[in-house]
């Protein structure tokens, strides 16, 4: 899978795709319009941050490029890719139980803290995409 070279962009099916782990210096879109809200996209190699509205959504260490990402109160998904392993952080409901899966296999449930935060770490590298879906219980 190749980087979000628009830095942010909607997929025909509603969905949103962002981030470009290739570039060499942050590089940041602010102000995209996208079903009635505002997204900023923060990427380069070291880490790729989106806020919907000034609010955290998603932030992975290091930069990852994301496609096809859609949520809701029930449900998270998106396909990641990146050259190396790396966590993403997800802002979700606070201290709720979510099962997590990645390539269909549930790799075990997880609670938020307090602020609602989830941490998840992927097996990436060049050439090979995961498929994320984070379901609440």
């Known amino acids: 899978m190749a980087a979000v ?8 099916d509603g969905t949103l795709s962002f981030g470009d782990y290739t570039l060499g210096s942050k590089t940041k879109l602010d102000g995209f319009a996208f079903q009635g809200d505002q997204y900023k996209v923060k990427t380069f190699s070291e880490i790729t941050k989106l806020e919907k509205n ?30 190396q392993d790396a966590q993403f952080t997800l802002e979700l409901e606070a201290d709720s139980e979510y099962i997590v899966y990645m390539d269909g296999v549930n790799v075990g449930d997880m ?22 879906k984070i379901v609440k219980k």
Do not use: C, H, I, Q
């Open 54 to 83: 000034g609010m955290f959504v998603y932030e992975s260490v290091p930069g990852t490029a994301v496609e096809n990402f859609k949520a809701n109160a029930e449900l998270v998904s998106f396909v990641v890719s990146g050259d």
């Open 5 to 12: 070279k628009e830095l942010l962009r909607a997929e025909a």
């Open 111 to 132: 609670k938020t803290n307090l602020s609602g935060k989830l941490s998840v770490s992927a097996e990436l590298e060049s050439g090979k995409s995961v498929e994320v």
